[in-house]
């Protein structure tokens, strides 16, 4: 059976930091590449970063670049997503996605998503 299994979501004070995991059975995660997504309520899901299964090259939304990094462990099968000086917009749910094709391109195409997990940023 395949699945993505999320975790590592709760509530964080503003500027504190969370760690995401994204961890995958019934497939192989390094082959695929991997996207992490999220949902805040009335917003439209915007995507906030990738890691590609060739080069490892990597995306992240501008909002979320110098505070989010994505990272492999293959041995683990397992994608994270470390969330740094955490803001109160970024309060959502958080997905992780995979894919075997077109990169970390912007189309909005996932072979596969876990259930999601919520990040909750509020003092």
């Known amino acids: 059976q395949v699945q993505l299994v999320e975790s590592g979501g709760g509530l964080v004070q503003p500027g504190g930091s969370l760690r995401l995991s994204c961890a995958a059975s019934?497939?192989?995660?390094?082959?695929?590449?991997i996207g992490w997504l999220r949902q805040a309520p009335g917003k439209e899901r915007e995507r906030i970063s990738c890691?590609?299964?060739?080069?490892?090259?990597?995306y992240y939304l501008d909002s979320v670049k110098g505070r989010f990094t994505i990272s492999r462990d293959n041995g683990k099968n397992t994608v994270y997503l470390q969330m740094n000086s955490l803001k109160p917009e970024d309060t959502a749910v958080y997905y992780c996605?995979?894919?075997?094709?077109?990169?970390?391109?912007?189309?909005?195409?996932?072979?596969?998503w876990g259930q999601g997990t919520q990040v909750t940023v509020s003092s």
């Open positions: 890691i590609s299964n060739s080069d490892s090259s990597t």
């Open positions: 019934g497939f192989t995660l390094d082959v695929y590449h």
């Open positions: 996605a995979a894919r075997s094709r077109w990169g970390c391109s912007g189309l909005n195409y996932y072979d596969y």
